[in-house]
Nanobody, 126 residues
């Protein structure tokens, strides 16, 4: 069974850090571009980062560039999103998704992704 499972969300104070995990089962994760997306209450889903197949080319949205880092651990079949200097406006449900086609580049356009996890809640508040 193909599956993506996000974990690592929670409550953190402004300026703090969290590391989100996206664990894959049923397929080899590094063969596919992986994206991280988030959706805050009342807002549209926002693509925030992605990592390409195998070679790990990455992209970031301007809203998170310099604060968030996407990475992949092939041995664990897991993609991570390290989030530093968190702000209240980062509060959202965070989703990972796979674009199930090999590509040496990636984008944060949600329509390109066809397999999604269930999300993990991140709340940044004092």
């Amino acid at each position: 069974q193909l599956q993506l499972v996000e974990s690592g969300g929670g409550l953190v104070q402004p300026g703090g850090s969290l590391r989100l995990s996206c664990a894959a089962s049923g397929f080899t994760l590094d063969y596919y571009p992986i994206g991280w997306f988030r959706q805050a209450p009342g807002k549209e889903r926002e693509g925030i980062s992605c990592i390409s197949s195998r070679y790990g080319s990455t992209n970031y949205a301007d809203s998170v560039k310099g604060r968030f880092t996407i990475s992949r651990d092939n041995a664990k079949n897991t993609v991570y999103l390290q989030m530093n200097s968190l702000k209240p406006e980062d509060t959202a449900i965070y989703y990972c998704a796979a674009r199930r086609v090999y590509s040496s580049s990636c984008s944060t356009m949600a329509y390109e992704y066809n397999f999604w996890g269930q999300g993990t809640q991140v709340t940044v508040s004092s």
